[in-house]
């Protein structure tokens, strides 16, 4: 019988230098909370997930600054965080397996993702739970692809039929991702490395919401969104 656990991992070691800000964008004000405060939030709004493990830089001195004492000893800091995002998640696991085990959930989300909802939360659980592989939020592509010359100019129109927009959380067993992680090389996220090993991760529709804050009016948009959800409850 496999496990019905579920446990988070936050990937926050690295430097966001292109959203031009001083310091890490984890850390970046959100709502008067640092972002990676409301990534947080949205895992273990979840009574499913039992800690989420956020993986820091060795020399990470800003985590401490803030108040996490609202989720207990639901959030684990693990301070061995790598030079790429995959060196980071390979690590955060490595150091997670004296709690985790192998056929227990692991749900890989960014720091930089903090508009995650409860109900792309839940589809994942009801569609992933009894999956022998695993999968990920996606939305479907709905605008016109065009790829560029170097000069930035348009040489074709891509179709964009079957093509999907990665999200996180990426939901996979801990041990399965453990070992694709370890066999793979750099890998842009954690599907990439189950696909190196032949498998094929399902897609979850997943929603615009779920915005990735890369550039700085990536942020106003998040704040925006939060404050709009906070007049709704």
Request: glycine share 10%; hydrophobic share 40%.
């Amino acid at each position: 019988m496999t496990s019905e656990r579920y446990f988070g991992l936050i990937p926050a070691a690295g430097a966001g230098q292109r959203m031009g800000q001083a310091g890490p964008k984890q850390y970046l004000d959100l709502s008067g909370r640092p972002m990676l405060y409301h990534s947080v939030k949205a895992l273990l709004a979840s009574g499913r997930i039992d800690i989420v493990f956020v993986v820091l830089a060795p020399a990470d001195n800003e985590f401490k600054r803030h108040d996490w004492t609202e989720f207990g000893e639901r959030i684990a800091p693990l301070f061995c965080g790598g030079a790429t995002r995959r060196d980071s998640v390979l690590n955060g696991l490595v150091a997670a397996s004296s709690t985790v085990q192998a056929d227990d959930w692991m749900l890989v989300h960014d720091a930089a993702r903090p508009c995650l909802g409860r109900d792309e939360l839940q589809r994942m659980f009801d569609a992933l739970t009894a999956d022998e592989v695993g999968g990920i939020l996606a939305v479907p592509v709905a605008d016109t692809l065009k790829r560029s010359d170097a000069d930035a100019r348009i040489v074709a129109t891509e179709g964009r039929e079957q093509l999907w927009l990665a999200q996180t959380p990426q939901m996979f067993r801990h041990g399965l991702l453990l070992q694709a992680l370890g066999r793979s090389g750099e890998v842009t996220d954690e599907a990439g490395a189950m696909e190196a090993m032949g498998l094929k991760p399902k897609l979850i529709q997943g929603s615009a919401a779920n915005l990735k804050v890369t550039y700085a009016q990536d942020l106003r948009l998040a704040q925006t969104i939060l404050s709009s959800r906070e007049t709704q409850t």
